[in-house]
């Protein structure tokens, strides 16, 4: 009896039937497109947004790093400041680095003029609630296609953007897509404040409705601020003061002993001046 040829495909040792074809992605551009296509569908706009601020100031290599010590997990912590979070990532060393992410700054002026444009917006705060940011409130929330998002990382790395940077504006962008809110509370204000914001600029502007008089001679201005005066030192970002060192310092060490020795500097030249003399004087006298 003749045997007849299986008409099943082998390759090797192994009888592919029934597996369907096989697709594969043949160029690593097109692997940039799959990852880069996955990649935008994750975040919300704010997110990547975020994501688009921190990767245009960095190379193929540490973002490809810093995105694979985010899916690995490394970013451990995140704590929301004004204007800026920080993020605790694991690396190399026994220690974890830690990355300052800031925001492009806003004046309180351009805050309000955000705020305002919300309001305007048909079902603006709803927008927001839902992160579905249109691209100008991520303009004044988050920041332009033509800003940047600064990075200060405890890291020997002095690159403007580090693997851990690259890592944690994932990290945030992630944050950001769960919760929404999160972008008003790094400008400040928060969910809340915004929805009582808005609620008291549409009352405003039902009840006091613009005049004649009111558009041509203006109105009363508000009372000028009284801010509160505090020293130079204590009123800057220390951040910005511990980067600029980092350039010049050898180690860390190096770094927090010549922050240290500006502060005291700092604190002799201001107890030294007349002013403050009088000052001392007169509490030695009480």
Not at 16 to 24: I, L, M, V
Not at 74 to 93: D, F, I, P, Y
Request: with cysteine; hydrophobic share 30%; net charge negative.
């Amino acid at each position: 009896m003749q045997m007849t040829e299986s008409r099943r495909v082998k390759m090797d040792n192994v009888i592919y039937a029934n597996f369907g074809s096989k697709q594969r992605v043949s160029t690593p551009d097109d692997r940039t497109q799959v990852i880069n296509k996955s990649r935008h569908k994750q975040f919300s706009p704010a997110g990547t947004r975020t994501v688009m601020l921190t990767e245009k100031n960095a190379d193929s290599g540490r973002r490809s790093r810093g995105e694979q010590y985010y899916r690995n997990g490394n970013v451990t912590g995140m704590t929301v400041l004004e204007g800026r979070v920080e993020c605790t990532v694991a690396g190399s060393q026994n220690e974890p680095f830690v990355t300052t992410v800031t925001f492009p700054y806003r004046s309180s002026e351009k805050l309000r003029e955000a705020y305002a444009a919300i309001a305007d917006t048909p079902n603006g705060l709803r927008l927001v609630r839902d992160g579905h940011l249109t691209s100008s409130m991520l303009d004044h929330l988050v920041g332009s296609p033509d800003e940047s998002i600064y990075f200060d990382c405890t890291c020997p790395d002095r690159s403007l953007v580090c693997k851990h940077a690259v890592a944690s504006a994932y990290h945030v962008a992630e944050k950001m897509t769960a919760n929404p809110g999160l972008i008003l509370d790094i400008r400040g204000q928060g969910m809340a404040g915004l929805e009582a914001l808005i609620r008291t600029y549409h009352t405003k502007v039902e009840t006091e409705p613009e005049d004649n008089d009111s558009f041509w001679n203006g109105r009363e201005l508000p009372a000028l601020p009284d801010p509160k005066i505090a020293p130079a030192i204590d009123d800057s970002d220390i951040n910005y003061l511990h980067k600029a060192l980092r350039m010049v310092s050898y180690t860390s060490l190096e770094q927090l002993r010549a922050v240290s020795d500006i502060e005291d500097m700092y604190e002799i030249l201001v107890a030294n001046h007349p002013d403050n003399q009088q000052v001392y004087e007169e509490e030695d006298t009480d």
